[in-house]
């Protein structure tokens, strides 16, 4: 029995390797190897890609939200509303700049941000609202704009998980004030090494973020302010032109792949499958769904005991994420306290992420199914 991954990158490489080697071989015979044409060349083809006039290339996805937090003069004694369920990097970077990570509680159905209680939390500090749309599916922009604009705050998009979605036909990263995306390896448009893009259609804004990058420069060895060293490597860029030409044959790919779950996991019982939204459309970086939880609070959960049975079956399965971050210690000075974000909480508990690459065979899924099935029935 073979294993299956929750991810794969090695039949990717396969099916592109000789485009991919082929151009990190002219980048490295031309001896520029950080900016230049390929990294330029890069940024516009994104920001066609996504929909907005500017796109301006970092070292991360953590880097891009710091960018662009900074970019908006966000720091002590402002207030960014967020989700509580995402990666540390979301809020991380809020504190980076010296601002407070206000987290809401999210959505049950989407695991995004509950937008009645982002409009009710909002105060005279909020500054901005930071939306992460989780695991590949969008949140409401309309409804988000609209309360972002009656309270004159911004927006700044967390995109890592969901470059390709869309949002009532307009891609993600091109709603906002600002979109923030991570081409880490394991994303629908990874680099081979970290990478990131802010994308923004102020020019000023994009102006600012191009001077932090690399390190506040204005001109040769004159610096406007303090900024940091956040590059993409011209190899990475190189790489990301290539994988971009391919993005939505595997987002599709992916779209194809969650249909089929959805189809062969509907009559299973104790687990919920994550569905699309009406003018919503996921680009399915994670299969996430969740498992009823029957224990108590204190014993292991349903989920995690699956988890160790598929495992025992060679299907490797991901939580995203086991502990949310308003009770991670890094934040108890805040003095969240247990059920204050209840919906966060008890997803924290059931949510469990299925084996989800572009290359994921019919017959690799029907283990996986097969699997939970022989698990819960």
Not at 132 to 160: K, T, W, Y
Not at 299 to 322: A, C, F, H, N, T
Request: proline fraction near 6%; charged fraction near 20%.
């Amino acid at each position: 029995m073979k294993k299956i991954p929750p991810f794969d990158l090695t039949e990717q490489y396969q099916v592109i390797g000789k485009e991919i080697n082929a151009s990190v071989a002219e980048v490295l015979a031309s001896g520029h190897y950080i900016g230049g044409s390929h990294v330029e060349a890069f940024e516009q083809q994104f920001a066609s890609y996504v929909g907005t006039t500017q796109c301006i290339a970092c070292n991360s996805g953590t880097d891009a939200l710091y960018l662009a937090l900074r970019a908006l003069n966000i720091g002590p004694g402002d207030e960014v509303i967020t989700t509580p369920f995402t990666f540390v990097a979301t809020a991380e970077t809020i504190s980076a700049v010296g601002a407070k990570p206000v987290f809401v509680d999210i959505d049950r159905q989407t695991f995004n941000l509950d937008l009645e209680q982002v409009e009710a939390s909002i105060t005279k500090g909020t500054r901005a609202i930071l939306p992460v749309h989780l695991f590949g599916l969008p949140v409401n922009m309309s409804r988000l704009m609209a309360i972002a604009q009656a309270h004159h705050l911004f927006v700044i998009e967390d995109c890592a998980q969901a470059t390709g979605a869309e949002w009532a036909g307009q891609k993600v990263g091109s709603i906002g004030h600002i979109g923030c995306f991570s081409f880490y390896p394991t994303k629908n448009l990874g680099a081979c090494g970290d990478g990131g893009a802010v994308t923004t259609n102020d020019a000023a804004i994009a102006a600012r973020i191009r001077r932090l990058r690399d390190h506040g420069r204005k001109g040769s060895y004159y610096y406007e302010e303090l900024g940091v060293n956040s590059r993409l490597d011209a190899i990475q860029a190189a790489i990301l032109q290539i994988k971009l030409r391919h993005l939505e044959t595997w987002n599709n790919q992916r779209r194809a792949i969650a249909e089929r779950y959805q189809q062969l996991l509907s009559p299973i019982p104790d687990i919920t499958t994550p569905q699309e939204i009406p003018n919503g459309k996921s680009v399915w970086n994670q299969y996430t769904i969740r498992v009823l939880d029957r224990t108590p609070e204190t014993d292991l959960s349903s989920r995690d005991r699956l988890r160790s049975q598929l495992q025992e079956k060679g299907v490797i399965s991901m939580v995203y994420y086991p502990l949310p971050l308003h009770l991670q210690p890094a934040y108890s000075h805040l003095k969240y306290q247990p059920g204050n974000l209840p919906e966060a909480e008890q997803a924290s508990r059931e949510v469990l992420s299925l084996p989800m690459f572009p290359e994921l065979s019919p017959e690799q899924q029907n283990q996986v199914v097969y699997s939970l099935k022989d698990c819960l029935l």
